[in-house]
């Protein structure tokens, strides 16, 4: 099975959609790919269901109201030649033919080893927070959250308003640099808003900087969390602990495609294109900017693919928002002592049960592959890569397909799809 | 009969592990597990148990059998009418 498009857009999130919606509205046929069963992203998640979010309803009714094609369910696995994606549903496959691609792949969260993490009731911060949102009964549950950033106090306001306990959120940033960074907020109104209306929800919740997880404790699943907070120790009885530290961008698909990255991100012109030509970047991918970022970089890429003028203020609004996003770089980096939690048989790769001893000797991430099996598993070096280049400062390696488990039929590019055949008009 | 139709409309039942769990529509599989009596997804190479981790289809961890195909992730996958999940757990 084949599709065939004028604009790929790889991810639903706010960054796809306005690449989506202005594209298509500009007469392109634009074809939108995402992993998740509804539009939205992780940042909306649910909102295409439940509108209670005024900005994510309007560029959802938007989106489906642009003409845009939305393929749900779809992970982009391969990459065999320019312009094709070899795509994989539920129960079946197909590939994509395109002119153009926007990648809008969004983030995840950063995971930092620390003994007891993998015990079930252990999660990440937004990780919690979505499955909350995807209806993880929390009323009267005791939720310990431990981060960095505005993320974590959106993730408590979810918990709390689904009646969740939040007994102790901590903030690894210092004092100084927490509250140097709220104070520069109020550069980005919108922004400074949203944190107040948290801080009011809040106020009952025990909350600290320069406080993190040591540990987690339980037989099963997660009944304890030791905390270190400014350098004395709490012992917490809880059902649930948010642990992460931050985001990084998903990279898979870019470096699949070929695409420049450096410090992180992907690297763009200011059309932004990436280095393979016909292949932009938005959102996240560009280093961790939020949501703002996504809607106008998402909006210019959607422009340019669509060859459109972009206004001026548009590209104003993106040097706002990097702004924003170097800010937050600094504020989220996660201090040393988050670097040594690990004990020696605490697990790194989660998927290959490589621990932390395993890999004395290591130099890179290359041998710590082939003599540990570090990222081998179902994940691919996901979770533990992420960490590993935190904890070792070992970068990732070329992406090779298939960049996520597939089935074996999914990898065989269709006949109909190979380059000798030019696009039907 | 209508109040019925109504209440179907928005409650599945689902089949996790052979037990019969009941949630609103628009529940992820992920979200249903922690409504049984552990939060547990698999059992990782020393037997020990693992539950969800990020929530976003990054991890692995809440892979299962879902109506028969393998490696599914229940945090990408909503409930339905139905749906069988079963854990390596």
Redesign the interface.
Known sequence: MREVCDLVVVGAGPGGLAAACRAAEAGLDVLVLDAQPEPGGQVWRGEARKGSNRLARRWLTRFSASGARFRPGARVIAAPEPGVLLVEEASSSFAVRYGRAVLATGARERFLPFPGWTLPGVLGVSGLQVLVKDGLPIEGKRVVLAGTGPLLLVAAATIHAHGGEVLYIAEQASAASHWGFALQLWRQPAKLLQGALMSAKLVSVPTSTDAWVTAAEGERRLEAVRLSVRGREEHLHCDYLGAAYGLVPNLEVARLLGCETSAGAVVVDDRLETRVPKVHAVGELLGIGGVDQALVTGALAGLVAAEQPVPLELERSWHRVRTFAAQLARHDAPRAELLRLAAPDTLLCRCEDVPMSALEGCQNLREARLYARLGMGACQGRTCGTAAQALFGWSGEDVRPPCLPARIGSLRLPSDVSSTHTRES | MREASLKNASVVTLRINGREVT??V???V???L??MD????RA???G??????????????C?ATIDG?P??LM????CREDQTVVTDA
């Open positions: 949630v609103p628009g529940t992820s992920a979200a249903a922690a409504m552990s939060f547990v997804s990782d190479l020393s020990r148990p693992r539950g969800p981790l990020c929530g976003m289809g990054v991890c692995f961890e892979r195909v490696e599914v945090c990408l996958t909503p």
